[in-house]
């Protein structure tokens, strides 16, 4: 259902926009399986990336890596997702989509992710968009690129990016964009991967954020802190420990009732595809949006995991259906 008071021609496309089904893997048969073969099992190859460091107004600095178009073709700005990089599968299968189809791409990278350790004591968290606002409201006209501009994000990729959507200057530029299995309400997120194989996920987050800690710990000066991450077993712990200290949120009940992209929502006025599998092991159905409503296109598959939509033959569903979903407007 799509919600009355649109433009005519946004009504139109929103309206047309019909995806083919989706055929989930029968040999992949729960969205864990889902997730962890795309994220590490499904063969891509890494696109010929061209990395450029950006310096940022607060003298900060992040990595964008590149793949180059033909003059005049659309620019598809990708966000990842926690401690993602252009190197995620995700972003190699949108990437090379982007190189088949002669498009510009490009991964722009958090704080401190991409292998590139940024020079303040901040990383990222999911209402942080002021990087994304500097490159897409400043750094692209500055360099020249007129173009249209896609705009997508990924898990946490696409909490950044609703924010901007809701907060920034996106109507001058993005024609439209995509949040692929983004967590809306992280409260909500939080509590769901508190339990059962779920919280091996946030293991892996907690080694890498551990990793990045240590090297940052001069700057953050905070020797408590790498002993409460190292004993973190949910996100509530690890964003008691650091999320929510580092960047000023009194604990994680206070970053999370602020930076949950669910606030946002209906201030988006471009058109925005939600996708996302009901079986997903990071995001709650019951927090998904269930119906289409304003700009936001709700796409919800029974089966797909968390970034997975793997079909019958091993393949992305995923990145037909979002570039269909983009070229529709």
């Known amino acids: 259902m799509v919600a009355l008071g649109l433009p005519r021609a946004i009504f139109n496309s929103m309206r047309n926009f019909q995806p083919s089904p989706f055929q989930a893997a029968t040999w992949l048969p729960n969205g864990h399986f889902q997730s962890i073969f795309a994220s590490l099992v499904m063969p891509v190859k890494i696109p010929n990336y061209r990395r450029e460091i950006l310096d940022l107004p607060d003298g900060d600095i992040i990595a964008a890596d590149w793949v180059d178009g033909d003059q005049e073709a659309p620019v598809v700005v990708l966000i990842h997702g926690m401690e993602g990089s252009s190197h995620s599968r995700y972003a190699r299968l949108l990437m090379n989509e982007c ?3 002669r498009w510009h791409g490009v991964v722009l990278h958090m704080r401190s992710c991409g292998g590139l350790i940024n020079k303040h004591k901040q990383f990222y968290h999911a209402g942080w968009y002021e990087d994304v606002k500097y490159f897409l409201d400043e750094r692209l006209p500055h360099s020249g690129m007129t173009e249209p501009v896609f705009l997508l994000g990924i898990s946490l990729g696409g ?20 949040l692929i299995s983004s967590p809306l309400d992280l409260g909500a997120s939080a509590d769901f991967m508190s339990n059962g194989f779920s919280r091996n996920y946030v293991i892996k987050f907690r080694k890498t954020l551990l990793e990045k800690y240590h090297l940052k710990a001069e700057l953050i000066d905070d020797s408590s802190m790498a002993l409460k991450l190292a004993k973190a077993k949910t996100f509530w712990e690890l964003d008691n420990a650091a999320t929510a200290p580092i960047h000023g949120f009194r604990d994680a009940a206070h970053y999370y009732a602020e930076m949950s992209a669910k606030n946002c929502l209906k201030d988006i006025h471009v058109p925005t595809l939600y996708l996302a599998s009901r079986d997903d092991p990071f995001v709650p159905e019951a927090s998904m949006p269930q119906m289409s409503e304003g700009f936001l296109t709700s796409l919800l598959t029974e089966k797909g995991g968390h970034v997975g939509f793997v079909n019958q033959y091993g393949k992305s569903w995923m990145v037909p259906t979002i570039f269909k979903f983009l070229t529709d407007y």
Do not use: D
């Open 99 to 101: 190189v088949k189809r």
């Open 159 to 178: 909490s950044q990016i609703a924010h901007y959507l809701a907060k920034g200057n996106s109507l001058e530029r993005v024609k439209a964009a995509a």
